[in-house]
Nanobody
Framework: QVQLEESGGGLVQAGGSLRLTCTASGLRISSYNMAWFRQAPGKERELVARIVWASNSLDYADSVLGRFIISRDNAKNAVYLQMTSLKPEDTAVYYC?????????WGQGTQVTVSS
């Protein structure tokens, strides 16, 4: 059974840091495009950062460029999102996503709340 499990969310003050972890089971993350999305209340889910499986190229939303870093550890089958200089507008539920062709799987999400 394929599962993505996020962890590492929490409450942090503006300017602080958090590291989110997505642990995969039932699939090898090295064979998928792995991404972090987020959804704030009343807003659509948006892409935060992505690693393309074939090229290892990285994509970031403009709003997090220079503050967030996505990485993966194939040996641990995990994807990370290091978030620094957090802002109140980063408050959202953060979701891990694995995608390739028609395969598209989501984790349950982890809440990140940034206080001002």
């Amino acid at each position: 059974q394929v599962q993505l499990e996020e962890s590492g969310g929490g409450l942090v003050q503006a300017g602080g840091s958090l590291r989110l972890t997505c642990t995969a089971s039932g699939l090898r993350i090295s064979s998928y495009n792995m991404a972090w999305f987020r959804q704030a209340p009343g807003k659509e889910r948006e892409l935060v950062a992505r690693i393309v499986w074939a090229s290892n190229s990285l994509d970031y939303a403009d709003s997090v460029l220079g503050r967030f870093i996505i990485s993966r550890d194939n040996a641990k089958n995990a994807v990370y999102l290091q978030m620094t200089s957090l802002k109140p507008e980063d408050t959202a539920v953060y979701y891990c996503n694995a995608k390739y062709l028609s395969f598209d799987r989501w984790g349950q999400g982890t809440q990140v709340t940034v206080s001002s």
